[in-house]
């Protein structure tokens, strides 16, 4: 009986919480890794902790008891946030020190010019689907991108992208990557395409995961200085995926976009599909 006791005055305490319009009922904010770290009652308390800190770590729970859990990297009862918080320590090890410019030929890419960008009329005839299909951090849409290229830095190279909205989500897709096929385009593709779609939805705030911190690097850090030496790099060369960043940055004006990072091929069902897509792309005929 007293715990039963117990557990109504939590629920009469978190109602009286609601009505003073400080939260929703069941719904508890956990930052792992921000500003500062806990347990907040409202999404904006939340996003003052995380927005645009570097390789931020929250989520939503419906129970105060496993909000607290997520903060202390307490494992679920199947394991997967001990897994998770694995490969996240490991990520944040390797990039905890200011992100370095990258060299001035990326990984797999050459010096040609890439004019091509992705196809608008695939987008032109997307379907409207309404607000309450999205999954949700807040009031911002959640998704989750990824690109990959077989063979990459060789002739024979094929790249694709892929894009994750949810299971049998109508706006998931798997394209082909026109142009240059190399794995860090179709990292950048992959966000260009998501933040198209979520245009055409007139969504404006996302909260976008991708195992790119490449492409999170060169959004948030690098493209800023690129700009104001004319697109060259520290060494006075011109930036290999300057076009790339170009639309991607285009594209992210008047976007209130949350770049959050995620381990790769780490067993995250929204990476996962994203890959899935990714590589299903990679396999259509080139443009």
């Not at 060299?103 to 960008?117: I, Q, Y």
């Not at 999954?135 to 991108?145: A, C, P, R």
């Not at 060169?218 to 004319?230: A, D, L, P």
Request: charged share 25%; glycine share 10%.
């Amino acid at each position: 009986m007293g715990r039963l006791l117990s557990l109504a005055h939590r629920v009469a305490l978190t109602a009286v919480r609601c009505s003073q319009g400080c939260c929703r009922l069941g719904m508890f904010y956990a930052v792992r890794r921000g500003r500062k770290t806990g347990v907040f009652l409202t999404w904006n308390e939340c996003r003052a902790q995380v927005d645009r800190f570097p390789a931020a770590r929250f989520k939503k729970f419906a129970t105060e008891d496993e909000a607290w859990a997520f903060v202390r990297n307490s494992a679920s009862p199947d394991g997967s946030e001990g897994l998770e918080n694995k490969h996240v320590q490991e990520s944040q090890m390797k990039t905890s020190k200011r992100p370095r410019e990258p060299l001035d030929r990326d990984e797999g890419d050459s010096a040609e010019p890439c004019a091509k960008h992705l196809r608008q009329d695939a987008e032109a005839a997307a379907p409207s689907v309404g607000k309450d299909a999205f999954s949700y951090m807040g009031d911002s849409v959640v998704v989750y991108t990824d690109g990959c290229c077989s063979s990459n830095g060789r002739r024979r190279a094929r790249a694709g992208i892929g894009v994750y909205w949810g299971p049998g989500h109508p706006l998931n897709v798997g394209i082909r990557l026109p142009g240059r096929q190399t794995n860090q385009r179709a990292e950048i593709h992959a966000a260009c395409k998501a933040i198209e779609q979520a245009k055409a939805q007139n969504i404006n705030k996302l909260v976008l995961y991708t195992d790119s911190m490449f492409t999170i690097n060169g959004i948030t850090n690098w493209v800023q200085g690129w700009k104001k030496n004319g697109w060259r790099t520290s060494t006075g060369k011109e930036v290999i995926n300057k076009e790339d960043f170009m639309a991607l940055e285009e594209l992210t004006q008047d976007m209130d976009i949350q770049w959050m990072h995620i381990p790769g091929h780490s067993g995250f069902t929204g990476n996962e599909e994203a890959d899935r897509l990714a590589r299903e792309g990679a396999k259509q005929s080139a443009d």
